[in-house]
């Protein structure tokens, strides 16, 4: 069985997956279960949605981590090690695995336009559209802190893409699972910003482009650098090319995963049908083998947070 851990509220990510009869035995658990737990069962445990966590929960969750893998059980993305959005993109440019860099909002004065501000946390939309001038930038870091968002939740961002076609943009992606590098299908845009993309858009010739690319996995030894520096065994990265060169824009610990065969393209509807093979062939390279039984988890950081919220329990008091 793998044992996904999740934020609560973010397990529709992998429900499609559990449906599959092809799949192996899947468990979604939250956090705030995992750390209540006493006993668990023996699994493989894939620990996710570190960057949406709060820096207790990273803590404990990263003592759970260490708890499993003394135990003997297989664990994947230990939180105290795993790589998120800023240090990730910090780090990628620093060993020139990217061009491209990223600033804190207090820091930006280094920054290289044109440049997107976007949060720290969360998977939605960047706050701004592309920016040319610090004059652009530090209007919209204080439009953006005067509506309300805290100046240590803006980031930077370098913009590092072009057009593969004039006027149309694509967003190729890649999961790791376990030691598995598994293409996965592009997304195509119109917009420079390729976040749902449009179906159909691409057009045949670049449908055939992408069966080519799933099929032949060309990137596979770069990005497992990429995963290796972020220290991330499970995930999937989104990457793109500007000026030949390959850039990688995020790596999602819990990304959302489709199950749908459907395209108006014969070629994509295919690529869908590689891409499902191979993700659950790797998911079940993982897959711990049903040997039963619990582990006991122990004391310290686990006991003083349980502690502390029995106390804070027992003098909440009606104001």
């Known amino acids: 069985m793998i044992r996904f851990i999740l934020t609560r509220g973010h397990a529709y990510t992998l429900r499609p997956v559990k449906k599959i009869r092809r799949a192996p035995a899947i468990s979604l658990m939250n956090y705030d279960a995992l750390i209540r737990a006493r006993w668990l069962r023996r699994a493989t445990y894939v620990f996710t949605d570190l960057d949406r966590l ?96 805290p100046l240590e939740n803006l980031l930077v961002v370098e913009y590092a893409g072009e057009p593969i076609r004039p006027g149309l943009y694509r967003k190729l992606s890649a999961f790791r699972i376990g030691h598995a590098i598994v293409p996965h299908i592009s997304v195509h845009d119109d917009s420079w910003l390729v976040k749902y993309g449009k179906t159909g858009i691409a057009g045949e010739e670049l449908y055939r482009e992408e069966l080519v690319l799933l099929q032949t996995n060309p990137f596979a030894g770069h990005l497992k650098k990429v995963f290796d520096l972020a220290q991330i065994e499970y995930g999937r990265v989104d990457f793109g090319f500007y000026q030949s060169r390959l850039q990688v824009y995020e790596i999602n610990t819990n990304p959302a995963l489709e199950t749908a065969l459907r395209h108006p393209s014969p070629i994509r509807v295919q690529s869908l049908k590689l891409v499902w093979e191979n993700y659950l062939q790797a998911l079940h390279a993982i897959d711990c083998p049903a040997s039963g039984g619990f582990v006991r988890l122990g004391d310290g950081k686990l006991k003083r947070h349980r502690a502390w919220k029995n106390l804070l329990v027992r003098s909440r008091k009606v104001p």
């Open 54 to 149: 709060d820096s207790w929960s990273l803590e404990l969750a990263a003592d759970l981590y260490l708890q499993l893998k003394n135990a003997g059980l297989t664990a994947w993305n230990n939180p105290a090690k795993v790589k998120t959005r800023y240090a990730l993109l910090r780090a990628l440019h620093a060993a020139g695995l990217n061009d491209f860099n990223i600033h804190r909002a207090d820091e930006a004065g280094a920054a290289r336009f044109p440049v997107f501000l976007r949060k720290t946390y969360g998977h939605r939309e960047p706050v701004s559209g592309l920016l040319q001038s610090h004059a652009e930038l530090q209007a919209k870091i204080e439009t953006a802190v005067v509506e309300g968002t």
